[in-house]
């Protein structure tokens, strides 16, 4: 993507814009009511598709339909549908705030405070990772291999290390109600966000358990285990790796950077994981497609019998699986 003009300012803003002269004031904020008569949203998906395109943004016309629709309040279904309702006082100012900052370089999903992931419809901030397409692939993988056992117990245990959002702890929570699931994360800020997308569960989330502390570290091995799945997306980027600005400038960097080969954190849960499985069980983790081979090894080295690669959505070596005997 196109890194924006920070210095660009909403048509807001402008007293000669569409809006200041069709009845809307400049703040954007209607002086009488909640609707604007003759005023619909199709003018702001206009104006903040036109801003986009201006400032050379890849998708201006996806990026400005996500902020119409949460300012709105709209479905993705009821998006063409509903175009033309007159815009509200309250959804026009959540516009105004959105616009500016989506032209500011930062990301869509942080704009629009929420992103789906598989069936979930996930809060997600500054805290934590964006959940991306090539994690539903490890959610997935994940639901596989607890399908693999299923029936060995009454209950499957699992375990999500760094859960960031929750997104893949949160998926076999909500897809397999025969799992409990224990999600941790190092940060606290990452897993009071996971934990207000434990609590959108409803009664799902009452079998998903929150823990601070890094990756292991944060079980009891007297009150937890063994699993019957590990899982995680830990962070796999080598420290001199330079990543897109929209990634660097604003994900956490506790949550990309494993040092100078970007194994370094893998290396702690490939080697401690074992301890922590049934006979039967699996580890299932996010990595760069060059890091497979070193993670063999060391899954080799930690008594694992059996390892597996599998791709991505794009077909690139994405998801590492290794299984005990």
């Known amino acids: 993507m196109n890194e924006p003009n920070s210095s660009a300012k ?5 007293p000669s814009s569409d809006r200041s002269q069709s009845g809307v004031p400049q703040s954007g904020v209607p002086k009488s009511g909640v609707p604007q008569s003759g005023v619909g949203w199709r003018q702001f998906y206009d104006e903040a598709k036109d801003r986009l395109t201006g400032a050379g943004f890849e998708n201006p016309s996806l990026d400005a339909r996500r902020i119409v629709e949460e300012a709105a309040g709209f479905e993705p279904a009821e998006f063409a549908i509903r175009l033309d309702d007159p815009a509200t006082q309250r959804g026009v100012a959540r516009f105004d705030k959105m616009l500016p900052r989506r032209l500011a370089g930062e990301p ?6 929420r992103w789906g992931f598989r069936t ?12 991306r397409p090539e994690t539903e692939v490890v959610a997935g993988i994940g639901l596989a291999e607890l399908e693999r056992q299923a029936g060995t117990a009454e209950v499957l245990q699992v375990v999500d290390l760094g859960t960031g959002t929750g997104a893949i702890g949160l998926s076999l929570l909500a897809e397999r109600p025969d799992t409990r699931v224990i999600c941790t994360d190092a940060s606290a800020d990452a897993l009071a966000l996971a934990r207000a997308n434990l609590a959108g569960l409803g009664r799902s989330g009452a079998r998903g358990t929150m823990l601070e502390g890094e990756w292991f570290g944060a079980l ?3 009150e ?3 699993f019957h799945l590990v899982i995680a997306n830990p962070p796999y980027v080598k420290s001199t790796d330079d990543l897109a600005g929209v990634v660097r400038d604003w994900e956490p960097h506790c949550a990309l950077f ?9 290396r702690i849960i490939i080697a401690e994981a074992g301890q922590w499985l049934h006979s039967g069980g699996a580890l299932v983790l996010e990595l ?3 890091q497979m081979t070193e993670a063999a090894a060391l899954a080799d080295h930690a008594g694992f019998v059996e390892t597996e690669v599998i791709a ?6 994405r998801v590492f699986v290794a299984r005990r005997r």
């Open 224 to 226: 937890h285990g063994p």
């Open 120 to 131: 979930l419809d996930l809060m997600v901030d500054l805290r934590a990772l964006i959940p």
């Open 312 to 317: 991505d959505l794009v077909g690139r070596d």
């Open 10 to 14: 909403t048509m807001a803003a402008d």
């Open 220 to 222: 009891d091995a007297a």
């Open 258 to 266: 494993a040092g100078v080969d970007g194994m370094d954190d893998a």
């Open 108 to 113: 869509l999903q942080y704009v629009v405070g």
């Open 288 to 290: 760069d497609p060059q």
